[in-house]
C-alpha cells in the first residue's frame, strides 16, 4: 500500500485535532499504510492498525493553564511557544524515513515550521498536501497581521513550489485564498469538516434528565475552547437579555478566556439561568450536552469565523445553530438552511435571532430535516472518499 505520513503536532494535546486524526486514520487505513508523528515524551493511545512515530517533544507544555498568569497577552505567549515546539517538531520529522513515492500530509502547522518542513522535504520530493484551516489574512490585529504577512511570505518563497494540493474546509475560504497566496486554485480541495465521536445522540428528556436540567427548560449551548475571539460575553449578554430567558450552558476549558472572567460577566449581565463545565469535556458529556440542548449559539467575531469544530459536531446531533453572519460560518448555515445568522453589524441581532428561534417551533421542525440531508453530506464516508481521490489521483 502507498504510506501516508501524517504531520499533527496538536494530536496528543486532545481536542479536535485528535478525534479528527483518529476518524481519518480509522476511515483511511484500508487504503494506505498510515504513519503518524506524535509530539509526546510518553506514550499515549492512537488509533488501531496505523504505525507511530514519536517525536520528542512535549505538547503538554502548551496547556492553557500555563499561560492564563499573562492576562491578555497570554494567547501571545502561548503562540510563541507553539512557534518553537512545531520547528522543533518538524526538524525532527525530515529526518525520518519519507520515500518520493510517499505522500505527507500536513494537518498541523505554524508558519514558522512550513520552512524546515519544506527545505527537508524538497530534497526528497514526495506528494506534499497541506491543509489551511482559515483564510483570516486581513486583520485589525497588528501582531496577527504582521503573522499572516509572514505567513504569505513564507508560502510563496518555501511553500507553494513543492506543493501538491492544499485542503480547506468550505467554499468561502477557497475563493478567498487565491487572493492572499499564490497557489492555483484548482489545486485547492474542498473537504467541509467532519466530525464524529465515539457517543452517540441518546433522547432529549434522557440528556437533560442526566445533567438534572429541567425537560421543558430551554437551553442554549456553548461549546468550545474559551478563547478571547469567540466573543463568549455576547453569549452571556443575549441569553440574559432574551425575553425567553433559556438555560445557558457553556461546556469548554479555559484557553485566553478563564473561568473567573466567565463569572464576572454573569454578574455583569444579570444572568441567573446558567449551567457551566469548565473544564476539558470528555466525550461522554460532550454527548449528552449536545443531546440535551435546543440550539448551539457561536457569536464568533467577524475575523474568527472560519469553520468550526463544535459547529460541525452540532450537525452529528442534529442540533440547529445561531452563529454571526459572517465567513464560512454564516455561509455554511445559510447554505445548509440549518439555523439562523446574526448581523455582527445590527445591534441586539443575536437576542432577536434567539428570540425568533424559540417562538417558531415550526422552524425548528425544518432546520432538523435538513440537519438530516447535512448529516449524510458531510460525513465521515463522504470526507474519506475524498481524501482517497485527492492523494490517488495528485
Known sequence: MPKL?????????RGHTK????????KLREKFDIVLYVASVTPVDVPVGISVEYIDV??????????????KFSNLFKNFKKQNLHISYCKQIIKQKIKSEDTVYIMDHTALSLIPIFKGLKKVKPKIFLWIHSARFDSKDFIYHIYKTGMKFIFNNYVSKSLTGVVVNGDIIKERLPQHLNFPKEKIHTIQYP?????KMVGKEVARKSLRIPPNENVVLFFGGLRTDKNIEEVIRATAKSKIKPLLLIAGSESTVSQNTINEWLKKHHHENYFLDISYVTEENMALYYSASDVLLLTYMSESASQSG??????EFLLPAIVTDTGEIGYYIKHNEIGLVASPTVKDDFITQLNHFFEHPDLRESLSRNLEKAKKAYSWDVAAQKYIEMFFNA
Open 310 to 315: 463544535p459547529l460541525s459536531l452540532a450537525r
Open 58 to 71: 512535549d505538547i503538554t507544555k502548551l496547556k492553557a493553564e500555563n499561560f492564563l498568569k499573562y492576562g
Open 195 to 199: 466530525s464524529e465521536i465515539e457517543y
Open 5 to 13: 505520513h501524517l504531520i499533527a503536532l496538536s494530536y496528543a494535546d
Open 19 to 26: 478525534e479528527y486524526v483518529t476518524n481519518f486514520c480509522n
